[in-house]
């Protein structure tokens, strides 16, 4: 079974720094490192790693070469991604503070610049069956809702970041929503927070769909309809938790692609995105199968 990502590509300069920088203030960063990012770019990567045959369809800029490099060392298939040369990669600027929590800013760029054609000749590549993983980061993408869809893909959506462009998609062609607590909120319309609640007014919002909310801390909820699975996380030490969800979709959808059990997919995208926070950068941070199978990780709080 295909996995085809189709998303955005970022080049991401993140500073290491005290606190996250108000309104009229000046500070000094500790540190700049240039790493490769965006969802989609992690979100593949992650997909590869774990043991997916992942497919990498969007855009760059002809300053993001190394960018398909990154993604082709970790095994993702690169060919349907285009080089433009009139435009420059997506980028993002990251704070990362001293208790490892981030704040982003984001450039679309060529993300930014996806074509109908292209997207036409991309899924004419995939079959009925096959998985196509999509976020927010890249524009024309209610149209490649719509011919996934129509092509019999299943389609999972990762509806972020969040913003008013999500309510115009067709919501109900998604087979899958992976999603934390914040972008359930607002895709409800509701400002009710617990986990369990949301999880259920999700699925009776798309009973065709399976839902995943992650909870931070608290864990993860698979919920279907007909039954519901509770993921505690691991307790770890954060550096930097840039690439802690898309590593944690990478995961669980290469688990349900490869015929998993959503419970098996559910611990080892729990395992993964735990081990992905105790490092630094988003693409690098995420780790590779063998490597989640056998880390020993600390008790699940």
Known sequence: MKVLCFGSLNIDYTYKVEHFVQKGETISSQSLQV?????????????????ADTYHAGAIGMDGRFLLEQMEEAGVHTEMVSVLA??????????????????????????????????????ARFDAGDYIVLQNEINELAYIM???HER????????????????????????????????????????ETAGEVLADRL??????AVI???????????????????????????????A??????????????AGEPAERAMEMAARASAIAVTR?????SIPYRKEVEEYQLPQIS
Do not use: H, W
């Open 35 to 51: 790493f490769s990012g965006g969802k989609g770019l992690n979100q593949s990567i992650a997909l590869a790693k774990a043991g």
């Open 203 to 208: 699925v009776e919002r798309f009973p065709g």
């Open 152 to 191: 019999g893909m299943k389609v999972i959506l990762n509806p972020s970041p969040m913003d008013e462009k999500i309510s115009t998609l067709p919501l109900n062609d998604v087979d899958y929503f992976l999603l934390n607590e914040v972008e359930a909120e607002q895709i409800l319309n509701t400002e």
């Open 280 to 284: 630094a950068g988003a693409a690098p």
């Open 86 to 123: 009139e435009v420059r990669s997506g980028n993002a600027i990251i704070q990362n503070d001293r208790d490892g929590d981030n704040c982003i800013i984001l450039y679309g760029g060529a993300n930014q610049a996806i074509t109908r054609k292209q997207v036409e000749e991309v899924i």
């Open 212 to 242: 995943v909310l992650t909870l931070g801390s608290k864990g993860s909820i698979y919920a279907d309809g007909s039954r519901k699975i509770r993921q505690q996380a691991y307790r770890v030490k954060a550096v930097d938790t840039t």
């Open 244 to 257: 802690a969800g898309d590593t944690f979709t990478g995961y669980f959808i290469a688990g349900i692609a």
């Open 146 to 148: 719509e011919k996934a």
